[in-house]
């Protein structure tokens, strides 16, 4: 689909029933597939499956942004996936998808996410602020028991 017009309506939706290979494809045209696993169906599928929160963005038929969410609703919530199609950022969609990330949220449920390393001044613009005290690790490697 080429971009939009600056009247191109953009529907939100929850996104029950999102199949895999849009999501993949979504995450190949936002540039975040090379941070996911999309070789591996199964996974992508179970990424889609144990999600609590899935927010979709949509112009006519075509996938052009999702907010993929892990959360308890109250204390905090995980966004995983921001993906908003290259050829429709800077339109709103990304702000749009977090805001109703929130909206679904207790108000004072903490949002956090890790961002794509081309992605770090754009969070900020939408109220998140750095946190220095984050800690990452594979479930594979984690240090030795007892």
């Not at 144990?50 to 942004?65: F, K, S, Y």
Request: one cysteine or more; hydrophobic letters at 40%; a neutral charge.
């Amino acid at each position: 689909m080429t971009p939009p017009e600056a009247s191109t309506q953009v529907e939100y939706r929850h996104a029950a029933g999102l199949e895999p290979a849009q999501f993949v494809d979504l995450l190949r045209r936002s540039g975040l597939a090379a941070r996911r696993p999309v070789e591996e169906p199964r996974r992508v599928a179970a990424m889609l499956e144990h999600a609590d929160l899935l927010l979709t963005a949509w112009v006519e038929r075509e996938l052009v942004g999702v907010a993929r969410s892990l959360t308890d609703w109250q204390y905090c919530c995980y966004l995983s996936d921001l993906a908003v199609d290259r050829a429709w950022q800077r339109r709103g969609i990304g702000r749009q998808l977090v805001a109703l990330t929130r909206a679904a949220l207790h108000p004072d449920c903490l949002l956090l996410l890790l961002s794509a390393p081309d992605a770090v001044t754009y969070y900020p613009h939408l109220g998140f602020t750095h946190h220095p005290q984050a800690w990452t690790t594979r479930a594979g490697a984690g240090a030795e028991p007892g």
